[in-house]
């Protein structure tokens, strides 16, 4: 009976642990995905300020003349 639960236990804990290690590697790719997002957003506003700041160079020396 002893030999039961210990195997027991050993095959829960390797399921747990396999279980752990899926929401670990899901958890990785999340988080591989959010940092591409991001990436993202930092690049397109980059390029939104860039463009902004144009238009106000151009409205300042439309102003100007």
């Known amino acids: 009976m002893k030999n039961i639960l210990t195997i027991a236990a050993l095959v829960l804990a390797l399921g747990l642990i396999g279980f752990l290690y899926q929401q670990l590697s899901r958890t990785q790719e999340a ?3 959010a940092e591409q997002h991001f990436a993202d957003c930092q690049q ?19 102003k100007a003349q």
């Open 31 to 33: 988080l591989k995905a």
């Open 44 to 62: 397109v506003t980059f390029q939104l300020q860039n463009k902004l700041s144009m238009q106000e160079r151009e409205l300042a020396k439309a």
